[in-house]
């Protein structure tokens, strides 16, 4: 019989954490799976935590892990993918706004042979200063990392176990699991999800939120391709600096012989474009010695784990 683990980071839902167990055990308990509810309390200063306690107390399937300040979603599922034991692994959002209800389709989805499924809002239920920033964000991400995926941002997915033990968050990368597991070469997909407006509470997010992901999916994109490679990056940007500025320096230092042997050439000075050679000559020695210290860091440091097939 399958397990089933759902995890649900939270950060100060008292309010909606008593309805959104019950519509948990009102959707699984009928079906023949088995479930574990793992609540990851992030550093909370209302009474989710209490509530929380005495939920695990009262069912040994409610599972606890409580941070002592708050470190973020991408830390608190992180910790909930290490406890996870499910063969299946649903994370969700404790607000109410993910509807409990769309377990069942999102695991039928990965039965099809999908190793990751995220959840779409198609039809969302945010104020419109959300909706059309997130609207903007998600289509970049979609062309900037190849996954056509229209909402990176639900938190409504759903994982085979294997995905969720070989993928490492840390900082805000929750926003980027999709590119971070096809990076690891599992496949994702993703499916129409129902979406409820926020009951209780308030939203945690900020536009400050929209500029930082976009840094963050550059850290994502760079790590993904350079990580074990770092000279085909900096490498690559140091040669063309490189001769670009030895281009320039040649240019000028034959027009310099022509004036000085023919008369015919110009005499360098204090020309600019002499200075502008120089600079790029350096900068792209620069770039090239930062790459082979690169390698050098990798080739001491690194060891990569390949992810193994079940099958095999």
């Not at 998600?138 to 990176?152: E, Q, Y």
């Not at 509470?201 to 391709?225: C, P």
């Amino acid at each position: 019989m399958s397990l089933i683990s759902i995890v649900i980071p939270l950060f100060n839902e008292d309010e909606s954490l008593t309805e959104l167990l019950s519509r948990i055990k009102h959707s699984l308990e009928p079906t023949s799976y088995q479930f574990e509810i793992i609540f990851i309390d992030d550093g909370s200063t209302d009474k989710s935590l209490e509530l929380i306690r005495q939920m695990a107390t009262s069912d040994a399937r409610v599972k606890l892990i409580s941070f002592q300040r708050n470190h973020g979603k991408a830390a608190a599922l992180n910790a909930g993918f290490k406890m996870a034991r499910g063969d299946y692994v649903i994370t969700m959002d404790a607000d109410l706004q993910d509807d409990p209800e769309e377990i069942h389709g999102l695991i039928s989805v990965l039965d099809e042979g999908w190793d990751m499924v995220s959840g779409w809002k198609q039809v969302r239920h945010d104020p419109i200063g959300k909706r059309w920033p997130s609207k903007l964000y998600n289509f970049t991400v979609s062309k900037l990392s190849g996954i056509p995926i229209h909402d990176f941002n639900c938190g409504l997915k759903a994982y085979t176990r294997k995905v969720v033990k070989n993928v490492e968050l840390y900082g805000e990368m929750h926003r980027y699991i999709p590119v971070l597991a096809q990076q690891k070469g599992f496949s994702c997909t993703e499916k129409v999800v129902q979406h409820h407006a926020r009951k209780y509470g308030e939203s945690k997010y900020g536009i400050r939120r929209l500029f930082t992901g976009y840094l963050d999916l550059f850290t994502v994109l760079f790590l993904g391709r350079y990580m074990r490679k770092p000279m085909h990056f900096f490498g690559l940007a140091g040669m063309l600096l490189l001769v670009l500025g030895l281009g320039i320096l040649g240019f000028l230092s034959v027009q310099w012989f022509q004036q000085y042997f023919f008369g015919t050439g110009q005499w360098i000075n204090n020309r600019p474009i002499f200075f502008i050679g120089i600079l790029l000559s350096i900068i792209g020695g620069q770039f090239i010695s930062m790459g082979l210290l690169g390698e050098l860091i990798t080739s001491s440091l690194h060891k990569e784990n390949p992810v193994i097939r079940e099958d095999d």
